[in-house]
């Protein structure tokens, strides 16, 4: 995955150089737009403690995805207009961290967040550059959370297995981008999304544990304008 985001912000830098030599063209009031690219989603975690009984500062960490994802755009005037992402589900490994730094890995989780945007956009629709800012509302859903033998080892030794869900929650992300236009229909685009994400994670042996996730998008894409 690595390889793969790098190739994008190659590709990405190599476009707006071709941009600066060709023609723009309109982003305006009425036109839809889609793009394709790779989200590179990281969660900005700060743990609370998990409840007891349990060690003090039992905390939890949680490792970024890439996935790629596919984004619709419709200009409401031809400076606002409304966005909403589609994506596959990002797929986290939650580790432990605090007294219990270097456990490995407790469970697994899968996220599928679903985001409708307004947005700002900067400059004459006819720009080559067109940088925006945009807010709006997120709901974060997830699924399919697992827990490892390890977390059943922290939490109820010698007992079944310990199962978790992890609350989901409507909440709020602001945005900001840049849109490089190459031609009459072709356009790159590279957003950068933070999302305010409190939620709890709770466990089958009666355990919780606060999770204050924030997770910051990088996305690289290729759109197209109709």
């Known amino acids: 995955m690595k390889v793969r985001f790098n190739s994008v912000v190659k590709m990405t830098v190599a476009a707006a150089a ?18 394709f690219g790779f989200n590179q989603l990281t969660p900005k975690v700060e743990s609370g403690d998990l409840s007891g ?18 984004i619709f755009a419709y200009g409401l005037t031809n400076n606002i207009s409304a966005e909403v992402a589609l994506g596959t589900p990002y797929k986290h490994k939650i580790k432990g961290a605090g007294s219990i730094q270097g456990t490995g890995e407790l469970a697994t989780v899968e996220a599928l967040p679903a985001i409708a945007l307004l947005q700002y956009r900067f400059f004459d629709p006819s720009a080559t550059f067109r940088p925006y800012v945009g807010i709006g509302a997120t709901y974060a859903y997830f699924m399919k959370e697992r827990g490892s033998g390890k977390l059943t080892a922290l939490t109820n030794p010698g007992g079944p297995a310990t199962t978790l869900s992890i609350d989901n929650k409507f909440t709020y992300t602001a945005q900001v981008g840049l849109v490089t236009n190459l031609n009459e229909r072709w356009f790159v685009d590279m957003t950068v999304n933070k999302t305010r994400l409190r939620t709890v994670a709770n466990f089958s042996t009666g355990q919780t544990q606060d999770m204050k996730l924030d997770p910051v998008s990088v996305i690289l894409a290729v759109g197209y304008k109709f």
């Open 18 to 35: 071709l941009a600066c030599a060709t023609g723009a063209s309109a982003q305006s009031a009425g036109q839809l737009t889609a793009k």
């Open 53 to 70: 009984p349990a060690l003090p500062f039992t905390k939890a960490s949680v490792d970024r995805d890439i996935q790629p994802v596919l």
